[in-house]
């Protein structure tokens, strides 16, 4: 999302934790809304689908500590009003921001409005400053270290695979370190030096009446560093496009449409930035026994009449092994039965249920000799007075 979508958003509330939350409680608060709310869970719900979606975005911010930092500062200065300078635009003067300043005007309310030559972007950085070039926060500031692009990718597991954990290997291929100058842009032998416009720090400052501003310096495209001698393999972007295997790790119990992000494992920065993170969408193929409720696993199982009548024992499957699940007698068909402790493995070690459907298979093919003494039973169980629709109300 960008910087600039994020003045409409209450990401806290949206979690429902305070601005001075930790990072533990965010975390905690996302994977409650996460698990109560996950589609999976609630199909056909939009109000849990929506809720579900809103979490992810807010913690995709707050819970990146320097996403939230951007984000805090930003909520920061609509409050006070760009500054303190008294919050909306005011046509009478320049006490709110008012008229034209030399070709940049702004607007506050609902959402951010600019026009002119003013990008908009500086205001999401925070490099807002005075005519001294002081930043806003009271220091000059160097700017905000670019990273590379997220990546996205996809990967096809099976029903287990996916409840009990695997490790696969991912091809990719995107922007990697230039292994020539190791990242650094400039040819092996020299080194990069701070741009003598800005002093090294991105940043030139311009003076607008009481107040100044500063962008992103023009001659070293706000890296603060020059390379005279730039890396003939990389053309000085410090990046080469190869393809590359990596080892993913999905977490047991994983549900299918989940992401799996692994951080750093995305394009890398230009010029040795940081690289961006990676994110791997989980699609979960259906299994021909098993299906998922949460963390517990359901399956139905075939049984005859005399079984649920007399009471028996059954064999069934579960993930590693078979158990034996014990019916009672006189069970009705579609009684669910539950095995504890036999389903989906959970991150606290804890494992979920196994849920046993029983469900009466009718024979089609029966010898004489079966038929008779079904018969006989049919005469024997009307005189002992049983009648399965004696509270049914077509009778």
């Keep these: 999302m960008a910087q600039r979508e994020w003045a409409d958003k209450d990401f806290y509330g949206d979690l429902g934790v305070s601005s001075s939350a930790s990072s533990e409680d965010i975390k905690k608060a996302y994977r409650t809304i996460a698990r109560e709310n996950h589609p999976d869970k609630n199909p056909g719900n939009s109000a849990a689908e929506d809720k579900f979606k809103k979490a992810s975005e807010a913690y995709s911010v707050l819970g990146d500590k320097e996403k939230r930092k951007e984000y805090d500062e930003l909520k920061q200065l609509i409050e006070n009003g760009m500054g303190g300078f008294g919050g909306g635009y005011s046509p009478g003067g320049f006490g709110g921001f008012g008229g034209n300043t030399g070709g940049f005007s702004t607007s506050f309310g609902n959402g951010f409005s600019t026009e002119g030559d003013f990008d908009v972007s500086d205001l999401f950085g925070g490099i807002f400053s005075d005519a001294t070039g002081r930043a806003s926060t009271g220091s000059r500031r160097s700017t905000r270290v670019s990273r590379g692009a997220d990546v996205e990718t996809e990967i096809t597991l099976e029903f287990r695979e996916a409840t009990k954990g695997v490790t696969v290997p991912i091809r990719l291929t995107n922007p990697a370190p230039c292994t020539t100058c190791h990242g650094s842009g400039a040819k092996p032998g020299t080194s990069p030096h701070a741009c003598a416009t800005c002093s090294g720090t991105g940043l030139v400052s311009e003076n607008r009446g009481a107040f100044g501003f500063s962008r992103p310096c023009p001659d070293c495209s706000g890296t603060g560093t020059r390379i005279d001698d730039p890396c003939t393999d990389c053309d000085g972007t410090g990046r080469i496009t190869r393809t590359r295997t990596i080892t993913v790790r999905v977490p047991a119990g994983v549900v299918d449409g989940q992401k799996v992000r692994l951080a750093g494992q995305g394009a890398a920065g230009e010029r040795g930035k940081p690289a961006g993170d990676l994110f791997v969408t989980v699609h979960v193929k259906p299994d ?15 049984v005859s009449y005399t079984e649920l009548a007399l009471g028996a024992a059954v064999t069934v499957p579960t993930l590693d092994s078979k158990v034996r699940v014990r019916i009672p007698q006189g069970t009705a068909d579609g009684t669910t039965l539950r095995v504890r402790g036999r389903g989906v493995n959970k991150r606290n070690g804890a ?24 018969r006989q039973y049919a005469e024997e169980e009307k005189r002992s007075g049983f009648d399965p629709r004696a509270n049914w109300e077509g009778k």
Excluded: C
């Excluded at 021909?288 to 075939?302: K, N």
């Design 288 to 302: 021909s026994i098993f299906t998922r409720s949460g963390d517990d696993l359901a399956l139905t199982v075939p």
């Design 351 to 374: 494992s979920g249920d196994l849920l046993v459907t029983v469900k009466v298979e009718v024979p089609r093919d029966l010898d004489e000799g079966a038929m008779s003494a079904l």
